[in-house]
């Protein structure tokens, strides 16, 4: 049996040694042992003490060799410090954590407590099997995580084999599992609906009614569990309520674009002055001029000019395809306003610029380190540099038709990168994703998303302990936070406002929160001297009140468009959003506390018009949580939509007009609630926002496509189901209808060749059954595509639908590709470049179908048109060379078309027209 057990333990990889013991020869055969024991120990231990090994007793690192009986009996006496250990290793930098066991019962945790990282198991109940354990490898490696596939198939025969020559078309042939539809909200029946009302009312008499409930010994009954069941009923509305206001920002790894898509062009590469020959700055105009196009690069810095000298230098250099952004590479602070870095500065003036200029080429900014993906991206967020994610999303909404997108870059320009933000700058021409983070793994599109937690066990239970400290502290949202906090059981409340004690309501509030039974502090301190706030932390220590608690609430929303917001506006919103929570952050690094709580805005999530420089310094407040994450510090960052009689809101009409925008205010007590519950999961960045999708979906998608939404059932479902009621949107086109031709003279040239070029290659790909434009290159011929006679036919009937233009069977053989297809329409449409008569043919062409609509009954209209044709009659019967002195030949007609009736009128415009 031992002989055995030994073959197995070494068929499974386990050394196994036999100790032979002569009992005859040795007085205590134990000791042989021990002596047996210690040398075998000793010679595994140096392979065993070569694993690193973080220990849940110490959580710290230890070596293998003081593993004794001692460890393990502190481990079984002392309390498992399992979470504290997860998050030390996350904070430093460990992202993947693998539960090596027959059934993962800690992963959960693990993600609750390091909720960007990597988790999976090896083996489940019940599946415990090669395939399990290899699906999880499987996991692992489409995370990112290097897996050593050679030991995983190793004696199954399997082998390499070369991969096809043509470009791989990473479609997908399964159910996106993370966007699942939204479901349907339980539908209550009239009895239920009466039972919950009398619940909700907490009147007995009236349920007892309605359960039929008549005698005095079961209507006692029922009395006793009613004040349980309507706090039940009341508890679930409103966790069903806070999830429906929860969102988060998460990445979705995207398929990438092959490199022969990318259009050639002449592209302003805009880099920081000194920057040299920072990597980024070569590879960026390198990925450029190898797609074939023209790279005019610009040297500038905020320090040393100011938008006009910029537009000057723009506007000099002459038209271009594309613009191209790296001023986010230099983070130094402005010489003039030093809480501004020149990145946020450049990138502001650029903006202006180029508006100035009058370019309307699409606009990308580019990152290094802005964001992070998440998971294994090892990326350090930069603070300065998220600002300029937050004035983006404004720059979007404030001028999308000349935004080309976001995109964050790895750190360094290694092999295939430059090939990926090529692919990027080519996408946009399909009009695709706008804020992109492109990592050694591939390329991340941003989503967001639902974050509900209802149906999720928080970590902890939050409770303020000792000292809080309160930014923006006597205003009516830290009001409510501080009353809130004292209910909670703070000891201490230290509100900190510029004026203090002098502030409107301080004392009043003061006096509130002392009758609460709390130790009240208002501390007149501006958050932006670093010395006084220093000395107020100073004294806090020395009175035996350190602080253990921050919630920043301070800020300022100014309402200004991007071409009226300057340098010193931008220094005054991000002096109390930005420096203020940057001081807090340093001046505490070395204090243990419970928890950072940042008050932040969606508008750094999503973007708001007029708020270019309030969304710059919230996007700074999420980073910043992001980065003290990283470093193992507490940190929560909570993008708030609108509050109820609270914050800036209730001024200026400002809440009435976020709602018609729906973005509806939320009720102070709920979203405090919301404050709540981030503290009990220990989130690190949250979105909290009441959102009427069917109102704001729209707006926010008007000008252009919003893949932010893409995964927002809500969101998803509306705008289809706007473009499916909008009659002139054609099945799936990019821009047709009957005011076509119109939207296309309103366009640069840029605008309208694209629109043209979209709307052609959307409706070539329906008819192809294609799952996308992709597969439809902008220069291939129909033929190669796969067109024939019938298919033809069907493009033909589609591009008529969505132009209203009368086109050949013969369309795509006569105009053999799309961007020839595409020309042709423009033609059709609104005549060829510098073809006045022929634009001014189909001009009169739309006034004649216009004008012979209108019904009998519409004689003010047709009144009022009559007019206006008299007067351009009038400019048409003679130039000033050949009229007669004095407008005898104006005068003529004037007296002809006053006399003339409606249908003289129109008589007179078909014979003058040529029409019949």
């Known amino acids: 049996a031992l002989d055995e057990l030994i073959a197995a333990c070494e068929a499974d990889g386990v050394r196994a040694r036999r100790i032979p013991v002569d009992y005859a020869s040795h007085t ?116 990112g995580v290097d897996v050593d596939w050679a030991q995983a198939f190793a004696g199954t025969g399997a082998h390499h084999v070369d991969l096809p020559t043509y470009a791989f078309q990473h479609r997908h042939y399964w159910l996106d599992a993370s966007t699942p539809e939204a479901a349907p909200a339980p539908v209550l029946d009239d009895v239920d609906a009466r039972f919950w009302e009398a619940v909700e009312s907490g009147d007995l008499e009236f349920l007892a009614s309605t359960l039929d409930v008549e005698g005095e010994e079961e209507q006692s009954s029922l009395g006793s569990v009613l004040p349980a069941l309507s706090a039940w009923r009341q508890q679930r509305r409103t ?10 920002l998460a990445w979705k790894r995207i398929p990438e674009r092959p490199d022969e898509t990318a259009q050639p062009g002449r592209w302003l590469l805009v880099v920081p002055a000194g920057a040299g020959e920072d990597a980024w700055g070569v590879a960026a105009g390198r990925a450029l001029t190898d797609a074939g196009a023209t790279v005019v690069p610009l040297s500038w810095s905020a320090a040393d000019g100011g938008r006009e000298q910029l537009a000057g230098r723009i506007g000099e250099m002459g038209a271009f395809d594309g613009v191209l952004s790296l001023l986010a590479l230099d983070e130094a602070p402005h010489p003039r306003h030093p809480e501004v870095p020149l990145v946020l500065a450049g990138t502001l003036q650029l903006v202006q610029a180029l508006g100035d200029a009058g370019v309307d080429a699409p606009l990308w900014l580019a990152t290094r380190g802005a964001v992070s993906t998440g998971g294994a991206d090892p990326t350090v967020v930069r603070e300065a540099q998220a600002q300029v994610w937050g004035l983006g999303r404004v720059v979007g909404l404030e001028h999308p038709q000349r935004w080309g997108g976001l995109v964050d870059l ?21 009009g695709s994703e706008d804020q992109l983070a492109l990592r050694a793994t591939g390329a991340f599109a941003l989503r967001l998303r639902r974050a509900p937690v209802a149906q999720t066990r928080a970590v902890r239970e939050w409770k303020p302990q000792g000292t809080v400290l309160i930014t923006g502290g006597t205003g009516a949202l830290g009001g409510r ?78 309402y200004a468009s991007l071409a009226e917001t300057d340098l010193t506006m931008l220094s005054e919103v991000a002096s109390g959003k930005v420096t203020g929570a940057v001081h807090l952050d340093e001046l505490l690094a070395d204090d243990e506390l419970d928890a950072f709580v940042m008050f932040s805005s969606s508008a750094g999530v999503w973007g708001a018009g007029g708020q270019g420089a309030y969304a710059a310094a919230n996007a700074h407040l999420d980073a910043l949580a992001q980065r003290r994450r990283s470093l193992g510090r507490p940190a929560t960052s909570v993008a708030w939509g609108a509050w109820a009689e609270s914050g800036m809101l209730t001024d200026n009409g400002a809440e009435e007009h976020m709602s018609r925008l729906g973005v509806l205010a939320m009720d102070p007590e709920l979203a405090l609630e919301a404050f709540q519950q981030a503290l009990d999961h220990d989130e690190s960045c949250t979105v909290v926002a009441d959102v009427d999708w069917a109102r704001f979906a729209p707006g926010f998608a008007a000008a252009r496509s919003r893949p932010l939404l893409d995964d927002l059932p809500e969101a998803r479902q509306v705008l289809s189901g706007s473009a499916a009621d909008d009659p002139a949107a054609g099945d799936g086109d990019a821009g047709a209808g009957p005011s076509l031709a119109d939207r ?87 005549g060829p470049e510098g073809d006045g008569a022929g634009s001014a043919i189909a001009e009169l062409d739309r006034l004649e179908a216009a004008v012979f609509s209108l019904s009998a009954a519409d004689e003010d209209l047709r009144t009022t048109i009559t007019s206006r044709l008299e007067v351009l009659l009038s400019r048409l019967g003679g130039s000033e060379e050949s009229a007669p002195a004095g407008g005898t030949a104006d005068a003529d007609v004037e007296e002809r078309l006053g006399t003339a009736s409606d249908n003289e009128i129109f008589d007179f415009i078909n014979r003058e027209f040529g029409k019949s």
């Open 239 to 248: 966790r069903s309520t806070l999830d429906r206001w929860r969102y988060r």
């Open 28 to 143: 205590s055969h134990v000791e042989r042992i021990e002596e047996e024991l210690a040398r075998v120990l000793a010679e595994v231990r140096p392979q065993a003490a070569a694993v690193p090994f973080f220990s849940t007793v110490e959580a710290d690192w230890l070596d293998t060799e003081v593993l004794d009986a001692g460890y393990w009996y502190r481990g079984l006496r002392r309390t498992v410090r399992f979470e504290e250990a997860v998050r030390a290793l996350a904070g430093q930098d460990h992202a993947v954590f693998v539960e090596v066991s027959p059934h993962p019962v800690l992963a959960m945790s693990i993600q609750d407590t390091a909720e960007d990282a990597v988790v999976t198991g090896s083996l489940r109940r019940d599946d415990g099997g090669l395939d399990r354990f290899l699906s999880s490898l499987g996991e692992l490696w489409v995370h």
């Open 744 to 830: 296309l003279a309103a366009m640069t040239a840029t605008e309208r060749d694209r629109t043209l070029l979209d709307l052609v290659r959307s409706q070539a790909a329906a008819v192809l059954r294609h799952d996308g434009v992709d597969g439809v290159g902008e220069g291939r011929a129909f033929k190669e595509l796969g067109f024939d006679s019938l298919t033809a036919v069907e493009l033909r009937n589609r591009l008529q639908k969505a132009t209203g233009l009368r086109l050949s069977n013969g369309l795509v053989f006569d105009h053999p590709t799309p961007v020839d297809l595409a020309a042709h329409l423009w033609d059709r449409l609104v």
């Open 481 to 558: 936070v501080a009353r809130r906090l004292a209910h909670r059981g703070a000891q201490h409340l230290v509100l900190v406002s510029r004026r203090g004690a002098q502030a409107p309501g301080a004392e009043e509030l003061r006096a509130e929160l002392t009758t609460i039974g709390v130790r009240v502090t208002v501390a007149a301190c501006d958050v932006t001297d670093r010395a006084a706030l220093a000395g107020l932390l100073e004294r806090l220590r020395a009175d035996g009140s350190p602080v253990r608690s921050v919630v920043h609430t301070a800020g300022a929303a100014p």
């Open 410 to 430: 790895p750190e360094t320009p290694e092999e295939s990168a430059p090939a990926r933000l090529r692919g990027v700058l080519a996408a946009h021409a399909t």
